[in-house]
């Protein structure tokens, strides 16, 4: 059985402008669903758009795993008016229905997980012909008459007695290929029913959606958090080893600092037992360099979707984000400082990470903040 998930993107936003693109808790939006779609059960994520430069992202991007695809979808089925059933027949005709599974993602559902995935693919394995999220409300509900839907107003429940009403949140739906063939729809007559968290209700079509639900998403990954043994120390580099800035010569070229003691310092951790990885956007032949030097082996560069990579390598490598340390200083690296089990910020940090972090360090980047770092990983592992 091929299981395939679908994520359809479009340039236009009215809303937010360029919402999908717009960086939530520090990476692209559309990449909070796509990230937990590549960790789920499906065999290959689609994202669908009419935007070339995701397309790139993507391509770029994601090349350790061969399970996200891009595909190019047509301007008329980009429009305001073009219903997303038009772009999932389109797309279905174009890979010719080479699938047993479709799974439709919203790509503004950033409370989506895996396991809500995989709880949608397990309603078709047990007999059903498709399946969709819902939330359980517990809110009354009225006519424009005066008229109560779903109560008594004589009669007013508590809510603990209260079944509420189950309400479509938009973010996953699947069918099987006969379903999609035969009623051009997401939904067929045997449907499954999968209950996501109520937070997962709200939507994103004005700024002050985008904060609520960005305040949510922070509050959600820090309560996953839990105190383990670190195992591993994930670095930024540009304001984290170096002070942020860089230094240009007369050709052009240009140079960073590096503070020897935070080296010192890391080799004294590895001795402990703690790997060391180097995560950063910038491709930089300086910075390969001077992590050659270090002989730190785990080092990726020009990575943007810092998240994900860190996901996977932590499935592929065996160890918990509970297991990690990571020090980071700016909005790119927000969701890994807010989701992993010990966060760090240099002094100098922006004052949004700074906000989240665990352990605001004494010293500044470029300047101690590294040393400063691996002495407290070698103390808490010692009273861990």
Same mark, same amino acid.
């Given at each position: 059985?091929?299981?395939?998930?679908?994520?359809?993107?479009?340039?236009?936003?009215?809303?937010?402008?360029?919402?999908?693109?717009?960086?939530?808790?520090?990476?692209?939006?559309?990449?909070?669903?796509?990230?937990?779609?590549?960790?789920?059960?499906?065999?290959?994520?689609?994202?669908?758009?009419?935007?070339?430069?995701?397309?790139?992202?993507?391509?770029?991007?994601?090349?350790?795993?061969?399970?996200?695809?891009?595909?190019?979808?047509?301007?008329?089925?980009?429009?305001?008016?073009?219903?997303?059933?038009?772009?999932?027949?389109?797309?279905?005709?174009?890979?010719?229905?080479?699938?047993?599974?479709?799974?439709?993602?919203?790509?503004?559902?950033?409370?989506?997980?895996?396991?809500?995935?995989?709880?949608?693919?397990?309603?078709?394995?047990?007999?059903?012909?498709?399946?969709?999220?819902?939330?359980?409300?517990?809110?009354?509900?009225?006519?424009?008459?005066?008229?109560?839907?779903?109560?008594?107003?004589?009669?007013?429940?508590?809510?603990?007695?209260?079944?509420?009403?189950?309400?479509?949140?938009?973010?996953?739906?699947?069918?099987?290929?006969?379903?999609?063939?035969?009623?051009?729809?997401?939904?067929?007559?045997?449907? *499954?029913?999968?209950?996501? #968290?109520?937070?997962?209700?709200? &939507? @994103?079509? /004005?700024?002050? !959606?985008?904060?609520?639900?960005?305040?949510?998403?922070?509050?959600?990954?820090?309560?996953?958090?839990?105190?383990?043994?670190?195992?591993?120390?994930?670095?930024?580099?540009?304001?984290?080893?170096?002070?942020?800035?860089?230094?240009?010569?007369?050709?052009?070229?240009?140079?960073?600092?590096?503070?020897?003691?935070?080296?010192?310092?890391?080799?004294?951790?590895?001795?402990?037992?703690?790997?060391?990885?180097?995560?950063?956007?910038?491709?930089?032949?300086?910075?390969?360099?001077?992590?050659?030097?270090?002989?730190?082996?785990?080092?990726?560069?020009?990575?943007?979707?810092?998240?994900?990579?860190?996901?996977?390598?932590?499935?592929?490598?065996?160890?918990?984000?509970?297991?990690?340390?990571?020090?980071?200083?700016?909005?790119?690296?927000?969701?890994?400082?807010?989701?992993? *089990?010990?966060?760090?910020? #240099?002094?100098?940090?922006?004052? &949004? @990470?700074? /906000?989240?972090? !665990?352990?605001?360090?004494?010293?500044?980047?470029?300047?101690?903040?590294?040393?400063?770092?691996?002495?407290?990983?070698?103390?808490?592992?010692?009273?861990?």
């Amino acid at each position: 059985m091929k299981a395939i998930g679908f994520i359809p993107l479009r340039k236009g936003s009215k809303g937010i402008p360029g919402k999908n693109k717009r960086k939530m808790v520090g990476r692209p939006l559309y990449t909070w669903v796509l990230g937990e779609a590549l960790h789920s059960n499906l065999d290959v994520v689609y994202v669908y758009t009419d935007d070339q430069s995701i397309l790139d992202f993507i391509t770029k991007e994601y090349h350790y795993t061969d399970k996200i695809k891009g595909l190019l979808r047509s301007d008329s089925s980009a429009t305001d008016t073009a219903s997303t059933e038009s772009a999932m027949l389109e797309f279905a005709e174009k890979i010719h229905y080479d699938f047993d599974v479709f799974c439709l993602l919203q790509a503004t559902s950033p409370f989506t997980t895996a396991q809500d995935i995989n709880n949608c693919l397990s309603a078709l394995d047990n007999g059903k012909d498709s399946a969709l999220t819902v939330v359980n409300t517990h809110r009354f509900l009225w006519k424009a008459d005066g008229t109560a839907i779903n109560y008594n107003p004589n009669k007013r429940p508590r809510r603990q007695d209260f079944e509420g009403l189950l309400i479509e949140n938009g973010a996953v739906y699947t069918c099987t290929k006969q379903v999609l063939q035969a009623h051009k729809s997401r939904l067929g007559n045997n449907i *499954g029913i999968i209950k996501m #968290p109520e937070d997962s209700l709200h &939507e @994103i079509d /004005t700024e002050s !959606d985008w904060i609520i639900v960005e305040n949510l998403l922070i509050a959600r990954q820090q309560q996953l958090k839990k105190a383990e043994k670190i195992t591993h120390l994930v670095l930024d580099v540009d304001g984290v080893f170096t002070d942020g800035t860089i230094t240009y010569t007369k050709d052009g070229e240009h140079t960073k600092s590096f503070d020897m003691r935070d080296g010192m310092g890391l080799e004294i951790l590895r001795q402990f037992g703690v790997e060391v990885m180097i995560m950063t956007s910038e491709q930089s032949e300086l910075v390969a360099k001077r992590m050659q030097k270090l002989q730190i082996k785990q080092v990726f560069l020009g990575v943007k979707d810092k998240y994900t990579l860190l996901k996977t390598l932590s499935k592929q490598q065996g160890f918990s984000l509970n297991n990690v340390a990571y020090v980071g200083d700016d909005v790119n690296d927000m969701s890994n400082i807010c989701s992993v *089990g010990w966060s760090l910020a #240099p002094l100098n940090a922006m004052t &949004e @990470i700074k /906000t989240i972090a !665990d352990v605001v360090l004494s010293k500044p980047s470029g300047a101690g903040a590294i040393r400063e770092a691996c002495q407290f990983i070698k103390n808490y592992n010692k009273r861990y």
